[in-house]
């Protein structure tokens, strides 16, 4: 499907140059999303014991709990990318994030507290969390020599808003606010980056495409999920991910403390150290990949990382270093997102991303449920120890070693490849 851009006025750009400001400047608004949106995923890391309060959950449920969020997210994947596809970025981002605006607030609100004012059935029983968002491809029209840059770029900044959904929202829930308020101010933020992104998004002339019915909308799917590519930047992704997402984000605060015997306070600074090596990884590791021609790289320093959180004593090593060292070398999960775009055509680049966010957060969805049942039977329904993490975190390692093999297996794409072709 071609497509011709515009800017937001309708106005045609005279030039290349003019082409992409008007992607940068909405690119910037993406950034923007991309921060609330990772500061609102792992905030919940820094409220577990309020979550099981307010819901009644033990381990295992507060897990399930926080896995619906990736489920909506894997499921919303397929759909926005398709719809970037089709309709372009100009509506279909904007919408996205409305969605998580809305379901950001949702969470803050007290059903609970409701419940029993009613007389309802006990908390926890009824009480539902409903919070989505659509998987959405940031930075359209950019050009193809920086792409892993810029996906490096966006994702620095997602991280550095789930750092600060850690190192600056556990301060805010334990003094200026309390924990269902921050749900509730985090989603108006988000609806006025909503607003702003609809405004300043370049709108797109489609093809007759765009009219066709809605099962075309589908089409690109077909291409990009019969490449065995896909599925291989699906599984590496995916993999790489878990030891940030299920651990860093969720139970890292928890590890800190029940494990580490840490105080909340520097647990929770020192969690946040994993997403702030993000920061710092993701456009190091992606300007690394543009600037050798080659998109793979291994991930021997995250593993590195992982095997001295889990296995050496906490006292041998500086705070923060360990956790700074495995986001660093986590910046590699974005590497995977740079070549399942480029290994299916054009047209398909919006449905690439979604078919790989679906994949990486069904693993993920389907991990962090699973995770927290195992931790509660190794615990045997007593508090969690150190023994627990340890014995747990062989997944992770195990994660990373699948990653690494398969690897192997992926297409090299980078420009060093595609000048000697």
Not at 198 to 225: C, D, M
Not at 289 to 297: H, N, V
Not at 352 to 373: Q, R, S
Request: aromatic fraction near 12%.
């Amino acid at each position: 499907m071609s497509t011709q851009t515009i800017p937001s006025g309708g106005a045609k750009p005279t030039d290349a140059s003019a082409f992409q400001t008007a992607f940068i400047i909405a690119w910037l608004f993406c950034l923007l999303f991309y921060f609330m949106e990772y500061a609102v995923r792992s905030a919940p890391s820094v409220m577990l014991p309020e979550l099981r309060a307010a819901f009644g959950l033990n381990t295992a449920g507060l897990s399930s709990l926080i896995g619906l969020y990736y489920y909506s997210y894997a499921g919303f994947a397929i759909v926005a990318g398709a719809s970037v596809d089709r309709w372009g970025a100009k509506y279909t981002i904007p919408a996205g994030v409305l969605i998580l605006a809305a379901g950001t607030a949702m969470f803050g609100v007290n059903e609970c507290e409701l419940d029993r004012r009613r007389g309802a059935v006990p908390a926890g029983r009824r009480c539902r969390v409903r919070v989505c968002r659509s998987g959405l491809s940031c930075g359209p029209g950019l050009p193809a020599r920086y792409l892993a840059t810029a996906i490096g770029i966006t994702q620095c900044v997602g991280m550095l808003g789930g750092s600060a959904g850690q190192f600056a929202v556990a301060p805010l829930i334990h003094g200026a606010l309390e924990w269902h308020q921050f749900w509730v101010y985090a989603g108006v933020l988000t609806l006025f980056i909503a607003v702003a992104m609809l405004i300043a998004t370049p709108r797109e002339h489609l093809s007759q495409g765009a009219n066709a019915s809605i099962w075309t909308t589908f089409a690109p799917y077909k291409i990009v999920l019969t490449n065995p590519q896909s599925y291989l930047c699906g599984l590496v992704g995916g993999l790489l991910f878990l030891p940030t997402t299920v651990f860093a984000m969720t139970w890292g605060v928890s590890f800190l403390q029940e494990g580490w015997q840490l105080d909340y306070p520097q647990a929770v600074d020192r969690a946040a150290s994993v997403a702030m090596g993000w920061v710092f990884g993701c456009p190091l590791l992606g300007y690394i990949a543009d600037r050798i021609g080659r998109r793979l790289a291994g991930a021997a320093l995250m593993l590195a990382a992982t095997l001295a959180i889990f296995y050496l004593p906490p006292e041998t090593s500086p705070p923060y270093v360990l956790g700074f060292l495995l986001g660093v070398g986590s910046g590699a999960a974005m590497i995977p997102y740079s070549i399942i775009k480029e290994v299916n055509p054009d047209h398909a680049k919006g449905s690439a991303t979604g078919a790989m966010n679906f994949l990486v957060f069904v693993m993920t969805a389907l991990a962090a449920p699973a995770f927290g049942w195992w931790m509660q039977k190794l615990a045997g329904g007593t508090a969690l120890t150190l023994e627990v993490f340890d014995i747990a975190g062989s997944v992770y390692v195990a994660a990373i070693v699948a990653a690494a093999i398969l690897t192997l297996f992926l297409k090299e794409t980078g420009s060093a490849v595609r000048a000697t072709n």
